[in-house]
Structure formats: C-alpha cells, structure tokens
C-alpha cells in the first residue's frame, strides 16, 4: 500500500494567518492527491481534487500544490470556521489511502 | 445525491458486521462512480476499508489489513451498496461511512453517508 504522511500533527495559528500542511506518498502518485477539511461530529469535506482543483464551492483561500510524492495544502488569510482536521488522500492506485490528519486549531 | 446508511451499532466479538448504504440520485451501477467504505476511530484514523465500481463489469477492491474479512456488495436493484465485515474484535469499533468517489474529482470523495458508530464489545 502507499502510505501517506502529513506534517505537522498539530498546527496552532491565528485567524488572518497564512498556513501550509505537508503531505508526503511512499511513492509517486502523479497528481492523484485529495485533500478534505473535517470539524467535529461531521464527515469529511472534499476541498481539493487532482493536487490543486478546487471542489465547487470551496473558498479561493484554499490552495493546493504538488505532484510526484509531494504536496501542499496552503489556506490563506484564516477565518474562524477554517480551524478543523485536514487529511490528504491518495487515489492513484490500490487502496486509497488517508494521512494521519492535521489538526488545526486556533491560537 | 444523498447517501443513507443503516444497521446495527452494538455487536459482540466474531459476530459479523452488516451496513448498507442506500443511494438517491445517483446510480450504483454508473460509470462514472465508485462506492467506497471509510472507518473512522481515534487510534486508526480514517481507514479506507474498500469499494465496488462497474465498468462493463463489477469491479471490487479492498484494503489489504481488511481483505480476509470483508466483502462489499452492489444491489442494482435496491441502488444501494453493502459492507459485510466478519469475525469482528473491539479494534474494529470505529465509525463506518459510505461515500462516493467520482471519477470527474479524481476518485475524490464529494458525498458520504451519515456514519454510523460500531462498538463491539462482549
């Protein structure tokens, strides 16, 4: 299985501040990256597709980049709803597999 | 598209775990989907357990920690999707999602079911 790692766990920030969170495959998966936004008691939310698609809907603050093995997640200028946990997702090949999750949360 | 889910939530050791995933507005049957199951819990993390797509076939893939107890089943007639997870242990106590990956967001996942929360405990 490909495994994904992000970075960091934990990331505490202020509202207005400019965040990135790293993700990182075991191997290349081309630009086969999602990235979901989840807040408590609620299933994920699809924010980006394909490395840096933004999903309708989702505010331009949201940011992604990357190809290969490595990849950003940046939101720019925080709102107060921003603060949840983030995680990444491979869909490149075999089991579609999650990071461990970037809890964002408010300083 | 709304996914509905349903099935029980308390079950004992080596019993057998039954979901189904009910779909409106959306076909299980299209080529343009896959129906995906996701476990949820605090030591593991979200879990992607497995999912079924039909491309002039029925396709099935499932996560490798899982692949020896799982099976997931499409209902054509019924439009819904079913996980069938046996010899349970409490390490499986998570909560279980439906959702679908579509193929136009790069299999990303744009609408789940509700969750439900599975305990098993003796």
């Known amino acids: 299985d490909i495994q994904m790692t992000q970075s960091p766990s934990f990331l505490s920030a202020s509202v207005g501040d400019t965040v990135t969170i790293t993700c990182r495959a075991s191997?290349?998966?081309?630009?086969?990256l999602n990235w979901y936004q989840q807040k408590p008691g609620k299933v994920p939310n699809l924010l980006i597709y394909?490395?840096?698609t933004l999903q309708s809907g989702v505010p331009s603050r949201f940011s992604g980049s990357g190809s290969g093995t490595d990849f950003i997640l940046t939101i720019s200028s925080l709102q107060p709803e921003d603060f949840a946990t983030y995680f990444c997702?491979?869909?490149?090949?075999?089991?579609?597999?999650f990071g461990q999750g970037t809890s964002l949360e408010i300083k | 598209v709304q996914l509905q889910q349903s099935g029980p939530g308390l079950l004992k050791p080596s019993q057998t775990l039954s979901l189904t995933c009910a779909i409106s507005?959306?076909?299980?049957?299209?080529?343009?989907?896959?129906w995906d199951w996701i476990r949820q819990s605090p030591s593991r993390g979200l879990e992607w357990l497995g999912g079924?797509?039909?491309?002039?076939?029925?396709?099935?893939d499932y996560a490798v920690s899982v692949k020896s107890r799982i099976t997931i089943t499409p209902d054509t007639s019924k439009n819904q999707v079913s996980l069938q997870l046996n010899s349970l242990t409490p390490e499986d106590t998570a909560i279980y999602f439906c959702?679908?990956?579509?193929?136009?967001?790069?299999?990303?996942?744009?609408?789940w079911g509700q969750g439900t929360s599975v305990t098993v405990s003796s």
């Open positions: 959702a679908r990956g579509k193929a136009a967001l790069s299999y990303g996942m744009d609408v």
């Open positions: 507005g959306d076909s299980v049957s299209s080529n343009r989907a896959a």
């Open positions: 079924t797509y039909y491309r002039s076939k029925w396709y099935n």
């Open positions: 191997q290349s998966i081309s630009n086969y």
């Open positions: 394909a490395a840096s």
């Open positions: 997702q491979q869909t490149y090949t075999g089991p579609r597999t």
